[in-house]
Nanobody, 121 residues
Framework: VQLQACGGGLVQAGSSLRLSCSGS????????MAWFRQAPGKEREFVAL????????LYAESVKGRFTISKDGAQNMMSLQMSNLEPEDTAVYYC???????????????WGRGTQVTVSS
């Protein structure tokens, strides 16, 4: 399984960005797909996840109401719509795949290369 995240960039605070994650191979209904982010000097932190079978979602408190995770099962893709971005959202964003409903990076088996999101004030 290979995952690839894209869509990052440099934007001003208050702007929006949409990240996408595509994967090789079929995403089984039991899968949980997630976004994490890692800022310089900080640990990787949970952003959002989606259960592939039910589209049930979970968000970190810091992004709730601003970010929306979604899936396109036909295209085997996952997206993260980010709105009202803040400088604190600056990080490398990673998509990941696992089977547990979990916000812990250790519970995810497959990771994509990250995409840089930089939000200027």
């Amino acid at each position: 399984v290979q995952l690839q995240a894209c869509g990052g960039g440099l934007v001003q605070a208050g702007s929006s960005l949409r990240l996408s994650c595509s994967g090789s191979g079929r995403i089984y209904s039991s899968a949980v797909m997630a976004w994490f982010r890692q800022a310089p000097g900080k640990e990787r932190e949970f952003v959002a996840l989606i259960r592939w079978s039910t589209s049930r979602t979970l968000y970190a408190e810091s992004v709730k109401g601003r970010f929306t995770i979604s899936k396109d099962g036909a295209q085997n893709m996952m997206s993260l719509q980010m709105s009202n971005l803040e400088p604190e959202d600056t990080a490398v964003y990673y998509c990941a795949r696992g089977i547990r409903w979990s916000s812990q990076p250790a519970d995810y088996n497959y990771w994509g290369r990250g995409t840089q999101v930089t939000v200027s004030s």
